[in-house]
């Protein structure tokens, strides 16, 4: 299993034929480097595929993610969000992670 400590939202789109070096290049440009133990999440313009970089200290996995049906909710203001275990559960399953706060409680916001 990959040990991921943190979790980082890009909320520009990226085109999804990019490839590794690219999306690397990406998370470089965005979040300023790569860092071990981190994932980095990218969505299309659409918002029904993510890209997921993740560098486990030794070399950098990218993972990707389509939906058939639906959306992921994305944001689209600001430029990057960190996000928690609990919302990266529910944004991979298309639930509302935005409303979900501190222990998993939902609020509304």
Same mark, same amino acid.
């Given at each position: 299993?990959? =040990? ?12 999804? =034929?990019? &490839?590794?070096?690219?999306? /690397?290049?990406? !998370? !470089? ?5 790569? =860092?071990? %133990? %981190? ?6 313009? =659409? $918002? ?6 993740? %560098?486990? $200290? ?8 389509? /939906?058939? !049906? &639906?959306?992921?909710?994305?944001? *689209?203001? $600001? %430029? ?6 609990? *919302?990266?559960?529910? /944004?991979?399953? &298309? /639930?509302?992670? *935005?409303?979900? &706060?501190?222990? $998993? ?5």
């Amino acid at each position: 299993m990959i =040990r991921v400590d943190a979790v980082w939202l890009a909320c520009e789109p990226l085109d999804m =034929r990019a &490839g590794t070096e690219s999306v /690397l290049a990406r !998370v !470089v440009k965005v979040f300023g480097a790569a =860092r071990p %133990h %981190h994932a980095y999440l990218f969505a299309n313009r =659409r $918002g029904n595929r993510m890209k997921v970089l993740v %560098h486990d $200290g030794i070399g950098v996995w990218l993972a990707a993610r389509r /939906l058939n !049906v &639906g959306r992921f909710v994305w944001p *689209q203001d $600001g %430029h990057t969000l960190s996000l928690t275990r609990p *919302q990266l559960d529910a /944004l991979v399953l &298309g /639930l509302p992670w *935005q409303r979900i &706060g501190e222990a $998993g409680v939902i609020t509304v916001v």
